[in-house]
């Protein structure tokens, strides 16, 4: 190999070889606390949904306590319920809780009182005082449970999915201990969704969809019951079977990982399960998205790297043209002197 070949090859290996393996691994401990930090921060983001849907069904725990505790209601409920239809007194009792009650919670879309025997007595939509339901979740679970909080679903009574809050009433009276009739709060469904839109890290409420998280809610039935990039429209009607629905359904365990979500799309995503709810949360986003900024990397990484060979060969070519030069006029020079040149000079 000539000279100048061999200072272009060692110039390219010592400028080639160390830039090549550190970009290599540089690349991979950076895909490596990415998917770290994108973990963590999907992690919190769960959290903080979970954190919040909780929060948002404790207060509604306490708001039916605190209306069946109001004594104007469990009075009336217990005159209707067991002395008759006493029109003034429904008339009273409805208009006491669309006029006090229902400005309480902008979030209730109906609160109304049934019998013992699931008569709705009283309520803030006067249509609905003289509907029998017996069989609802509202009224069979309130005699279970202190109090109950029924799935998100369609209300037969509403024109949008809902959520119902529900508590027996007692009687006031001293030595009575009996019930009197059951009060229910019914929530609009598209507050549970509302939960799912703001910020869960601090106090600035911003929308998930302008950003690149995907959340979800998802029922015991594999069903969204919310979505923040999914219209309330299409709510209950979505069936999804994606690797954290199939995974808690098998083996009761939450998931965190990469895996394909309802579009086909490799996802980072997060599962948490709320066990009152028997819901699960899930907070994902798409993996091309977050190693955007890598790859985008990993190409300036590249036109570098093909830019200091340029560089590299460039300077090769000038060093071994300044070193090979005069051993050339050398070589020349006693070539011809063993040409029987005596006179020829060599500087």
């Not at 009650?101 to 003289?130: N, R």
């Not at 017996?134 to 024109?159: I, M, N, W």
């Amino acid at each position: 190999m000539k000279i100048n070949n061999k200072i272009l090859f060692w110039f390219l290996v010592i400028a080639i070889i160390p830039s090549g393996v550190t970009g290599f691994f540089a690349y991979q401990i950076g895909q490596e606390i990415l998917k770290k930090y994108v973990y963590n921060q999907l992690s919190t983001t769960a959290e903080g949904v979970h954190g919040r849907i909780h929060e948002f069904l404790e207060i509604k725990r306490e708001r039916i306590i605190d209306f069946s505790s109001d004594g104007f209601i469990r009075d009336n409920a217990e005159q209707i319920g067991y002395y008759g239809d006493i029109r003034d007194r429904v008339y009273d009792l409805s208009n006491h809780l669309s006029r006090n009650k229902m400005p309480l919670d902008p979030d209730i879309l109906e609160t109304f009182v049934t019998d013992m025997y699931g008569f709705i007595v009283a309520s803030s939509t006067q249509q609905h005082v003289g509907l029998n339901r017996p069989e609802e979740d509202y009224f069979t679970g309130a005699k279970r449970e202190d109090v109950y909080v029924t799935d998100l679903h369609q209300s037969a009574d509403a024109d949008e999915l809902v959520i119902e809050v529900s508590r027996l009433l007692k009687s006031r009276k001293k030595g009575v201990d009996r019930p009197v009739g059951i009060i229910v709060n019914r929530i609009r469904g598209s507050s549970i969704a509302g939960l799912l839109v703001k910020d869960t890290t601090d106090k600035e409420e911003y929308f998930v969809p302008h950003s690149n998280l995907t959340t979800y809610i998802v029922n015991r039935n594999n069903q969204i019951i919310a979505g923040s990039n999914i219209h309330k429209d299409k709510m209950l009607e979505m069936e999804i079977n994606t690797e954290p629905i199939n995974k808690f359904n098998e083996t009761g365990e939450e998931v965190i990982g990469v895996y394909q979500d309802i579009m086909g799309k490799k996802v980072f995503g997060v599962s948490i399960y709320d066990s009152h709810m028997h819901w699960l949360i899930i907070v994902q986003e798409d993996v091309n998205t977050v190693f955007a900024d890598m790859k985008h990397l990993r190409d300036c990484v590249i036109v570098m790297a093909i830019i200091t060979i340029c560089v590299v060969i460039i300077l090769a070519i000038y060093m071994s043209r300044t070193l090979t030069s005069p051993i050339q006029r050398l070589l020349e020079g006693t070539k011809r002197l063993g040409e029987g040149m005596f006179g020829h000079r060599i500087n």
